[in-house]
């Protein structure tokens, strides 16, 4: 995100992340893990955290650095924010070893459920004179044999194009560029917005530090993001990036896939087009 008076603070948007979360994990009824497979997985992360520490011969100094970092992390609320970024990469990875159809990507902390729905041609709610270069994004939703999936259900949001996300900016209308857009009779959609722009991801508080600390960039590719669902599939959570675009080849959470970038065309009139076609698992 761009510096201004108006950038949203790290810990502003911390708190929004969470009480995101939150309000999506509400409809979410979890499955009950077994004893055995929490120490399973727990025991694994705790060894892996215990090899760095002989590995790297960590000091009580930086051991106490760390606590006091992680402490500020739980009250500035970037939870969400830090594993979004530095850790979900590995969670989609795995998940996609079991996924048939299109390659998936990252949710990130800038979901939020409930958005308007629209119709399979529809222009994302924006505000009077949205700045930014007009954009068309079409394609169709299929599944694995090639069938038509219609009434498929396009959950897309993206930031602005200075780098701003609705409800993580106070400047922004609620549902600013968000929008789910249902796919006509033939599983066909054309949504008209504008294209994003790159962003950073906060950086006045705990993982800015951290990533001040470590010499890395805080950047991210311009990218829409997506929730491609239908009754009877497998959903499909990605995000879909734009050819020659800055930070594409760095993503600070490693999010980029070849198979996800778009290359738009120039229409004459000075918006672009880009088509992608998505495909979903049924079953």
Not at 125 to 130: L, M, Q, V
Not at 175 to 204: H, K, W
């Amino acid at each position: 995100m761009t510096s201004t008076d108006q950038s949203p603070t790290a810990r502003g948007s911390g708190t929004s992340a969470t009480q995101a979360f939150r309000a999506s994990r509400q409809e979410h009824t979890a499955a009950a893990v077994s004893a055995e497979r929490v120490s399973s997985v727990v025991g694994r992360i705790l060894a892996g955290v215990h090899d760095a520490i002989r590995a790297e011969k960590v000091t009580y100094d930086e051991f106490q650095a760390a606590k006091q970092w992680l402490i500020d992390l739980g009250e500035g609320g970037e939870w969400p924010l830090f594993l979004d970024v530095f850790v979900e990469h590995v969670v989609e990875d795995v998940a996609a070893e079991t996924q048939q159809g299109t390659k998936g990507s990252i949710l990130g902390p800038y979901y939020l459920p409930g958005q308007r729905k629209l119709p399979s041609v529809a222009s994302l709610p924006a505000r009077p004179g949205e700045q930014g270069t007009p954009l068309v994004f079409a394609g169709q939703v299929r599944d694995t044999d090639g069938n038509p999936v219609a009434g498929a259900e396009l959950d897309i949001w993206h930031a602005d194009s200075e780098g701003y996300y609705s409800g993580f900016a106070p400047h922004l209308p609620d549902g600013n560029l968000r929008g789910v857009v249902v796919t006509d009779g033939q599983g066909r959609f054309e949504i008209s917005t504008v294209q994003p722009a790159p962003y950073q991801i906060p950086t006045d508080g705990p993982t800015g530090r951290l990533i001040d600390a470590a010499g890395w960039h805080p950047w991210r590719p311009a990218h829409l993001h997506l929730i491609v669902r239908a009754p009877g599939c497998r959903p499909i959570t990605t995000q879909l990036y734009f050819e020659g675009g800055e930070w594409l080849d760095s993503d600070i959470a490693q999010a980029t896939k070849p198979e996800l970038v778009l290359t738009p065309v120039e229409q004459g009139d000075g918006t672009l087009r880009s088509e992608y076609d998505f495909v979903l698992e049924r079953g």
